[in-house]
């Protein structure tokens, strides 16, 4: 999601100034993606500049309200209807830090491994927790947010599981370590240790 039409979005509402746009943005999304007030007003500038939003008169303290064009709502409503591209979306920087880790000198790969499952169960572990913190009806925006960064942590759970299958296939005599693979790899490499 961009800030730009996250912004939009919240002056979609009402009029609102930098600092109840960004305490909104957070609430919207559970906290789960801290704003910076800098990155608010840079927005909101880039969003006056481009015509989307317009600024009000100042309040007696000091505070300018922004409110939505009608070229802002065109925009945004133009935003809710075209899908999310993958292409889109950020590189993935763990993918992108596994390939390298491969292929560099000196670099055990099943400890980056093990250690990004250990910190990817740990955000999950966190997550669920956060999610079942609150079951009130207003809470359902960030709930739907938490809901997709569960899904993604467990996705790149078991990605990770597989790289680790993929690097002890790859590794002729090296016997797996467990968690390697999936839950049936592991009991097997623990029995096969058992009889040792």
Not at 111 to 127: C, F
Request: proline content about 7%.
């Amino acid at each position: 999601m961009s800030i730009r039409h996250g912004l939009l979005a919240l002056l979609e509402r009402g009029q609102m100034y930098g600092y109840q746009l960004r305490a909104a943005f957070e609430e919207s999304t559970g906290s789960t993606w801290p704003l910076n007030i800098g990155q608010v007003y840079t927005t909101l500038a880039r969003l006056e500049r481009d015509g989307l939003v317009r600024p009000l008169p100042e309040s007696e303290a000091g505070q300018r309200p922004y409110e939505i064009t009608d070229a802002g709502r065109a925009d945004l409503t133009l935003w809710f209807a075209t899908p999310i591209s993958r292409t889109d979306r950020p590189r993935d920087e763990l993918a992108i830090k596994l390939a390298l880790a491969l292929t560099t000198p000196g670099v055990d790969v099943c400890s980056v491994v093990q250690a990004q499952r250990s910190a990817t169960m740990r955000a999950l572990q966190e997550l669920t927790r956060l999610k079942y913190g609150s079951d009130r009806p207003e809470d359902l925006p960030w709930r739907l947010v938490l809901d997709s960064m569960v899904f993604q942590a467990e996705a790149e759970v078991r990605w990770l599981d597989h790289c680790e299958s993929s690097l002890v296939r790859h590794s002729p005599g090296s016997p797996p370590r467990p968690g390697a693979g999936d839950a049936s790899d592991a009991a097997r490499w623990a029995d096969e240790e058992a009889r040792r």
